[in-house]
């Protein structure tokens, strides 16, 4: 059905749309008519059977009074006259049925009376009422009425529908009409349209249609004659692309070969890298892995260092080759996360790492851990170095280092000991200038003129008394030996003023000797000390050479702590300090040598002892390797002094620091060592 | 039949054992006050709204106590009823219903009935022929009436359709 209506020309389909729509709606409002008029009918008919009613029960009030059943009776017998009514009933006051009327014989039954008189019912075509019988507006009796209302009912419903039918015919024929005269206003249109369409497609792409009005037609027909415009002009487009269009797919194809060349180039050249990044990963000298947790690729020599294939790597944790601990004591596993994690986390590791072979050999070796980003994903480039050889040469170096310290510790101790004897020797000499003029002094008294006084006085010993009256000689003794004795009293104040000179230089001998064995007995051994006198010592030690080069010595001893030290191993690095600066005063070659020495607290719980100069300083590029073995200026330096310095600053707690701005501008070291004694590590 | 259902329902309290003289004057007292009721009297009859309806009995009173019983509290429209006993003598015209009992002489008693208005009621076989306006007779074992139309009218009262329906017979208004 629905097919089909689809399948119905414009023009059917208009006067069939216009025809149902007319006949639903004239259906719909007969319908409604039809049922307003049967609500209508049975209304009235219940207002009929009411009058009915009424007038049966004002004519049954004289017989109801005077209890005359035939006269009742035959008043309802009137009701024959309504074939409508199938049974009347009247009831007596008390309830009982009085008279009774049915229009079929068989049945007696009276309708039920309905208590409140006036009220009706209906139901199933049946509509009972009932009427009270009223006497001198008192209520007598009731009457009830039943009537059928069905043939009343079917006979107006046919009468309606015959007349709807009629009129429905009517409707649609007049629709019919209209819809026959209208329809060609939408109908030819849309048929010109078709027409041109199909004209169109025939290949005329000049075909206009006419618009003869201004509604969607009006449009349509607007929006044709575009289509068809826009249609024309493409097809000439077209025919003129068709022609380029050959040239072009020439042109394409030749750039296509030209592109595909050039990309069988790039990926030939990308292989070529692929295979040089692969060549250089393989041959690098050390093991390279990419990881996560686990191994994702490794080259050659990552394999050789755990010494198996490489399938038996990846996919495999590091912890896999490792020992359970480490030589440190630590968990290796634990370890390897930690390390894994900190350089995921974008701090590049470089630890020394204890891996295990296959054949469960261990392998020494230096790790490093970095983030790297490959294709958006974080994982890490390890690097590993078999350092079993390198670790192996640095216990032979360290041996050697060892020895080299035991030597130098000696060569030290000559230096000590050249000090001493070089400050002894100084002193000696002045010992040796002082005897010399004692010896002069003596050698030179007048003490021979005394016994030739004594010898002339002997000789006349008879008439001493004339002699020293009256001889001119003997009167001159006198005043002879008063000068005498003068000379003799200046000369012994001279003698004793070098010999209290003397005594002063043998007394300063003994100092050098007591305090350089007082080190050499303290050596080892911690001991609480003014800093400031271990300051002074090694001023002391170096106080010839500082005169002898005309060093002046400045102190600021801003802070004057106590803190336990290594006596013999602090007072080492300070008079090698000393010893440094002066050199280097030297060599810097200004008139004002000026060497500063200071002790300070640095607030961090260190005393800080600093040798300053004013000399030849330090280049920044010596700086950093001036504490290295071997490190030297000095044509006969063995660069050991400052070495051995720092270390022993080292095995004290404390550091040797270094501070130059440079060629000429001097140089500042600077001892720090702890104020409190740490736990010393065994 | 009628009669024992008619005393059932407007007597119930009287009992069957009575004798059926009495049955049948409780009957003809209730056609009495049911007369009443189908009967309109003339306009200028009553003096007001409430104006009684008089019943009199003429000479010998055959309902005894009945017919008192029957009229207690009973209205005709808005009036209430009373029963008088009354000699036949005088003017009897002041009732509204005359009874005139079998032992009373009818035409002696119509005689003094001197003023329209009065509904009289008989029961002798000529009360009709003698003027009277209705007569009460037994018929089947039931109380029936007849009515004078030429004496209704004379005695200006006019008698419901409804009424007439019920009767046996209607004596007809002379031409």
Same mark, same amino acid.
């Given at each position: 059905?629905?097919?089909?209506?689809?399948?119905?020309?414009?023009?059917?389909?208009l006067?069939?749309?216009?025809?149902?729509?007319?006949s639903?709606?004239?259906?719909?409002?007969?319908?409604?008519f039809?049922?307003?008029?049967?609500?209508?009918?049975?209304?009235n008919?219940?207002?009929?059977?009411?009058?009915?009613?009424?007038?049966?029960?004002a004519?049954?009030?004289?017989?109801?009074?005077?209890r005359?059943?035939?006269?009742?009776?035959?008043?309802?017998?009137?009701?024959?006259?309504?074939?409508?009514?199938l049974?009347?009933c009247?009831?007596?006051?008390?309830?009982?049925?009085?008279?009774?009327?049915?229009?079929?014989?068989?049945?007696?039954?009276?309708?039920?009376?309905?208590?409140?008189?006036?009220?009706?019912?209906?139901?199933?075509?049946?509509?009972?009422?009932?009427?009270?019988?009223?006497l001198?507006?008192?209520?007598?009796?009731?009457?009830?009425?039943q009537?059928?209302?069905?043939?009343?009912v079917l006979?107006?419903?046919?009468?309606?529908?015959?007349?709807?039918?009629?009129?429905?015919?009517?409707?649609?024929?007049?629709?019919?009409?209209?819809?026959?005269?209208l329809?060609?206003?939408?109908?030819?249109?849309?048929?010109?349209?078709?027409?041109?369409?199909?004209?169109?497609?025939?290949?005329?792409?000049?075909?206009?249609?006419?618009?003869?009005?201004?509604?969607?037609?009006g449009?349509?027909?607007?929006?044709?004659?575009?289509?068809?415009?826009?249609?024309?002009?493409?097809?000439?487009?077209?025919?003129?692309?068709?022609?380029?269009?050959?040239?072009?797919?020439?042109?394409?194809?030749?750039?296509?070969?030209?592109?595909?060349?050039?990309?069988?180039?790039?990926?030939?050249?990308?292989?070529?890298?692929?295979?040089?990044?692969?060549?250089l990963?393989?041959?690098?000298?050390?093991?390279?892995?990419?990881?996560?947790?686990?191994?994702?690729?490794?080259?050659?020599?990552?394999?050789?260092l755990?010494?198996?294939?490489?399938?038996?790597?990846?996919?495999?944790?590091?912890?896999?080759?490792?020992?359970?601990?480490?030589?440190?004591?630590?968990?290796?596993?634990?370890?390897?996360?930690?390390?894994?994690?900190?350089?995921?986390?974008?701090?590049?590791q470089?630890?020394?790492?204890?891996?295990?072979?296959?054949?469960?050999?261990?392998?020494?070796?230096?790790?490093?851990?970095?983030?790297?980003?490959?294709?958006g994903?974080?994982?890490?480039?390890?690097?590993?170095?078999?350092?079993?050889?390198?670790?192996?040469?640095?216990?032979?170096?360290?041996?050697?280092?060892?020895?080299?310290?035991?030597?130098?510790?000696?060569?030290?101790?000559?230096?000590?000991?050249?000090?001493?004897?070089?400050n002894?020797g100084?002193?000696?000499?002045?010992?040796?200038?002082?005897?010399?003029?004692?010896?002069?002094?003596?050698?030179?008294s007048r003490?021979?003129?005394?016994?030739?006084v004594?010898?002339?006085?002997?000789?006349?010993?008879?008439?001493?008394?004339?002699?020293?009256?009256?001889?001119?000689?003997?009167? *001159?003794?006198?005043?002879? %030996?008063?000068?005498? !004795?003068? =000379?003799?009293?200046? &000369?012994?104040?001279?003698?004793? /003023?070098? #010999?209290?000179?003397?005594?002063?230089?043998i007394?300063?001998?003994?100092?050098?000797?007591?305090?350089?064995?007082?080190?050499?007995?303290?050596?080892?051994?911690?001991e609480?000390?003014?800093?400031?006198d271990?300051?002074?010592?090694?001023?002391?030690?170096?106080?010839?050479?500082?005169?002898?080069?005309?060093?002046?010595?400045?102190?600021?001893?801003?802070a004057?702590?106590?803190?336990?030290?290594?006596?013999?191993?602090?007072? *080492?690095?300070?008079?090698? %300090?000393?010893?440094? !600066?002066? =050199?280097?005063?030297? &060599?810097?070659?200004?008139?004002? /040598?000026? #060497?500063?020495?200071?002790?300070?607290?640095?607030g961090?719980?260190?005393?800080?002892?600093?040798?300053?100069?004013?000399?030849?300083?330090?280049?920044?590029?010596?700086?950093?390797?001036?504490?290295?073995?071997?490190?030297?200026?000095?044509?006969?330096?063995?660069?050991?002094?400052?070495?051995?310095?720092?270390?022993?600053?080292?095995?004290?707690?404390?550091?040797?620091?270094?501070?130059?701005?440079?060629?000429?501008?001097?140089?500042?070291?600077?001892?720090? %060592?702890?104020?409190?004694?740490?736990?010393?590590?065994? | 039949?009628?009669?024992?259902?008619?005393?059932?329902?407007?007597?119930?309290?009287?009992?069957?054992?009575?004798?059926?003289?009495?049955?049948?004057?409780?009957?003809?007292?209730?056609?009495?006050?049911?007369?009443?009721?189908?009967?309109?009297?003339?306009?200028?009859?009553?003096?007001?709204?409430?104006?009684?309806?008089?019943v009199?009995?003429?000479?010998?009173?055959?309902?005894?106590?009945?017919?008192?019983?029957?009229?207690?509290?009973?209205?005709?429209?808005?009036?209430?009823?009373?029963?008088?006993?009354?000699?036949?003598?005088?003017?009897?015209?002041?009732?509204?219903?005359?009874?005139?009992?079998?032992?009373?002489?009818?035409?002696n008693?119509?005689?003094?009935?001197?003023?329209?208005?009065?509904?009289?009621?008989?029961?002798?076989?000529?009360?009709?022929?003698?003027?009277?306006?209705?007569?009460l007779?037994?018929?089947?074992?039931?109380?029936?009436?007849?009515?004078?139309?030429?004496?209704?009218?004379?005695?200006?009262?006019?008698?419901?359709?409804?009424?007439?329906?019920?009767?046996?017979?209607?004596?007809?208004?002379?031409?």
């Open positions: 059905m629905n097919q089909a209506f689809q399948n119905l020309p414009i023009k059917r389909k006067m069939t749309v216009m025809m149902l729509t007319s639903v709606a004239l259906l719909l409002s007969c319908v409604g039809v049922g307003y008029q049967l609500l209508n009918f049975i209304q008919e219940k207002q009929n059977l009411a009058t009915m009613g009424d007038v049966i029960a004519n049954s009030t004289a017989a109801l009074s005077f005359d059943q035939s006269s009742a009776e035959e008043t309802l017998r009137g009701l024959k006259a309504e074939p409508r009514i049974k009347a009247l009831y007596a006051k008390d309830g009982t049925v009085f008279a009774t009327y049915t229009r079929d014989k068989n049945d007696q039954s009276c309708p039920p009376s309905v208590p409140r008189g006036g009220s009706a019912t209906f139901d199933y075509n049946h509509l009972t009422l009932s009427r009270s019988v009223l001198d507006g008192r209520n007598i009796g009731t009457l009830s009425l009537a059928d209302l069905a043939p009343e006979a107006y419903l046919r009468r309606a529908g015959s007349i709807l039918l009629f009129v429905m015919a009517a409707s649609l024929l007049a629709a019919l009409l209209v819809s026959r005269r329809q060609h206003f939408i109908s030819d249109p849309l048929r010109g349209l078709v027409a041109s369409t199909q004209e169109l497609a025939g290949g005329n792409l000049s075909v206009r249609v006419a618009a003869a009005s201004t509604d969607e037609f449009e349509l027909a607007h929006a044709f004659n575009e289509m068809a415009g826009s249609l024309q002009y493409s097809h000439a487009e077209i025919l003129n692309y068709q022609q380029t269009l050959e040239q072009r797919v020439k042109d394409r194809t030749l750039e296509l070969e030209k592109e595909i060349a050039e990309r069988k180039q790039a990926e030939r050249a990308l292989r070529d890298s692929e295979a040089r990044y692969r060549v990963f393989d041959n690098a000298a050390e093991g390279v892995w990419l990881m996560t947790d686990t191994f994702l690729d490794c080259n050659k020599n990552a394999c050789e755990f010494a198996c294939n490489r399938e038996d790597v990846i996919g495999h944790s590091p912890i896999e080759f490792s020992p359970l601990t480490q030589p440190d004591g630590k968990d290796s596993a634990q370890a390897a996360r930690e390390r894994i994690a900190s350089a995921l986390g974008g701090h590049p470089l630890f020394y790492w204890q891996s295990k072979r296959k054949d469960g050999t261990l392998v020494d070796a230096e790790i490093s851990l970095a983030d790297v980003t490959i294709g994903q974080h994982v890490i480039l390890a690097i590993s170095r078999d350092i079993t050889e390198r670790r192996r040469t640095e216990a032979q170096m360290e041996d050697l280092h060892r020895q080299l310290l035991e030597i130098s510790r000696e060569a030290g101790m000559a230096e000590v000991a050249t000090n001493v004897l070089h002894v100084n002193v000696l000499n002045s010992v040796n200038v002082s005897t010399a003029l004692v010896s002069e002094k003596i050698r030179e003490v021979s003129s005394l016994a030739k004594v010898a002339l006085m002997r000789a006349r010993q008879n008439d001493l008394a004339a002699f020293l009256t009256e001889d001119p000689k003997g009167v *001159q003794l006198c005043d002879y %030996l008063d000068n005498l !004795a003068q =000379y003799l009293g200046k &000369e012994q104040t001279e003698i004793l /003023k070098e #010999l209290e000179s003397l005594n002063a230089n007394g300063h001998i003994k100092e050098i000797v007591t305090m350089q064995q007082s080190y050499a007995r303290a050596a080892g051994i911690v609480t000390l003014p800093i400031v271990l300051a002074e010592d090694a001023l002391r030690i170096n106080s010839g050479a500082l005169a002898r080069h005309e060093v002046q010595v400045v102190r600021e001893y801003i004057t702590p106590s803190a336990p030290v290594d006596k013999h191993k602090a007072l *080492q690095i300070l008079v090698n %300090l000393v010893r440094n !600066a002066k =050199y280097a005063l030297d &060599e810097g070659g200004r008139k004002d /040598k000026r #060497l500063t020495i200071r002790v300070a607290t640095d961090e719980g260190s005393v800080t002892i600093s040798v300053i100069d004013n000399g030849v300083g330090i280049p920044p590029e010596n700086l950093t390797r001036i504490f290295s073995y071997g490190f030297t200026t000095r044509k006969n330096g063995h660069g050991f002094g400052l070495h051995s310095g720092a270390l022993a600053a080292k095995e004290m707690g404390g550091s040797l620091s270094v501070h130059s701005d440079g060629p000429g501008q001097g140089a500042a070291f600077t001892l720090s %060592l702890p104020l409190h004694q740490e736990h010393k590590k065994v | 039949m009628l009669v024992v259902a008619l005393l059932l329902t407007v007597s119930p309290g009287v009992g069957l054992a009575e004798s059926p003289t009495v049955l049948e004057y409780k009957v003809k007292g209730a056609f009495l006050l049911n007369f009443a009721k189908f009967t309109k009297w003339p306009a200028d009859e009553f003096a007001a709204t409430n104006t009684p309806v008089t009199g009995i003429v000479g010998e009173d055959p309902f005894g106590s009945t017919l008192d019983q029957l009229v207690a509290g009973e209205t005709i429209g808005t009036r209430p009823v009373v029963v008088k006993r009354l000699a036949a003598s005088g003017d009897l015209s002041q009732c509204q219903i005359l009874f005139i009992p079998k032992s009373a002489d009818a035409a008693v119509l005689k003094h009935v001197v003023s329209p208005g009065v509904l009289t009621v008989g029961e002798s076989d000529n009360f009709l022929d003698t003027g009277g306006v209705i007569r007779l037994i018929e089947d074992k039931k109380v029936r009436f007849e009515v004078n139309m030429d004496a209704a009218q004379r005695a200006h009262l006019t008698i419901s359709s409804q009424l007439l329906k019920l009767a046996k017979t209607i004596k007809p208004l002379k031409p």
